[in-house]
Every structure is written in structure tokens, then in C-alpha cells.
């Protein structure tokens, strides 16, 4: 400690400019966590990226099999009949539920 204060003095300064760039950084990470929107959007990117990637990987797949599917000169006509029919029977009961619920 020096005799005239001055070393105290320069001490609480700097204690204070830190603590005042703690609290901006603390202030900061508040605001980020309290900005549901672009936390929502961010996610929704994350997602749709993920999508993509599945997509892709789903893609090569299928092109992968289909072209083990054509060996020795016979064809499989693979999932797609099995789709559209669950699909229509989706579609189907649907409908149905629609039509019992004006119903009853």
C-alpha cells in the first residue's frame, strides 16, 4: 500500500473494468439464451440439415441396391407397389374417419 492511496486507488479500477466485461459477457450469453426465435431457427436449421444428410445417405442406398437387384437377369420391382398401397390405405382410413366423425 502506498501512502498517498493511489495504488488502491488503480486497483479498484481495474477490479470494476473487469467486472463490468464479466457482466457484458454475462449479459450477452442472457440475451442470446432469451432470443427464443433465432434459437428456434437455428434449430430448425439443424434439423433440416440433418433431413438432407438422411436423404442423401437414404439415395445412395437405394441406387446402391438397386443396382445389386438387376444381377443375373432378373428385376425386382422392390418397395415402391408396397408404398402406394399404404399410402392409399392411409388415405383410405382417413377419409373414413373423416366421413364417421360428420357422422356420429
Given at each position: ?41 437455428s ?5 433440416r ?42 388415405a383410405?382410413?382417413?377419409v373414413?374417419?373423416i ?6
Amino acid at each position: 500500500m502506498t501512502g498517498n492511496g493511489t495504488g488502491d486507488t488503480e486497483a479498484l479500477r481495474e477490479d470494476i473494468r473487469r467486472t463490468r466485461v464479466e457482466l457484458g459477457e454475462t449479459m450477452e450469453a442472457l440475451a442470446a439464451k432469451a432470443d427464443v426465435k433465432k434459437r428456434l431457427k437455428s434449430s430448425a436449421d439443424q434439423a433440416r440439415e440433418r433431413v438432407r444428410e438422411q436423404a442423401a445417405l437414404t439415395v445412395a442406398r437405394v441406387r446402391a441396391q438397386s443396382g445389386l437387384t438387376h444381377q443375373q437377369g432378373r428385376t425386382r420391382q422392390g418397395p415402391a407397389p408396397f408404398i402406394a398401397l399404404a399410402a392409399g390405405a392411409v388415405a383410405a382410413a382417413v377419409v373414413l374417419m373423416i366421413i364417421r366423425g360428420r357422422r356420429g
